[in-house]
């Protein structure tokens, strides 16, 4: 499962998805909202995603995990549209016969979303907005 | 012949467009589709952004040959997760 979705993520279906008989562990991931970011106070964030791009990168990103790992199974799904403090953008579940492969498969997989994965994150915070990864924000006008 | 490009993030809201059909000359690449596209938007130039390139969801060079009814996306840096 390698999804983009505009509701919120349920980690138990990704935990389902990867469960399998061979697997001795399952690895998981999760990404949350955190509420400051280099000295802002952030309100939100706003993902955006070029969707079917998106959920191909994402499998491919899986495929290049098989390739390095003996994992069983893998399942990512990264939310878009506006989410709120502490809850969850992103979520990765790994299964695997031992849990080194999982743990190493789960690290590589996020790391492999913020390098190369079409998603964009905009921070709202107090007195501004900001599209992360372009230095490039402008101050609200909200007279 | 004619592509469309779609535009995210923040060349969308600069653009204030998010899908632009553009008529193109036989033999143009990605690097040629992205100059005609900042004279009509003017915007798009972000300065000192880095972008990468995808023809019909996959990354290229820039200096990919386009095709009649190719979907090109000039993606700008990613910060999913």
Redesign the interface.
Known sequence: MFRVTDKPINLQELVDCVTDPKAGAIATFI?TTRNNNEGRKVIALD????P???E?ELTRLGEEARKKWQICRMAIV?RVGPVQITEP??MIAVSSAHREAAFAACRFA?EE??????????EVYEGGEI??????GQPLNRS | MTVKV?L???L??RAGAAEVIKEIKEGSTVADLWAVLQQDYPKLA????RLLY?VN???VKPDRVLKNADEV?F???????
């Open positions: 990404g993902y955006e995603a070029y079917e791009m998106a191909k990264h953008s992103v996020i979303i913020k390098r190369t994965v079409p998603i964009w994150k905009k599209w992360i990864g372009t230095q490039s | 779609k995210f993030a923040i969308r809201e972000v300065p000192g952004i995808a969801q996959d990354y996306v993606v700008p840096p990613v910060s999913g997760g």
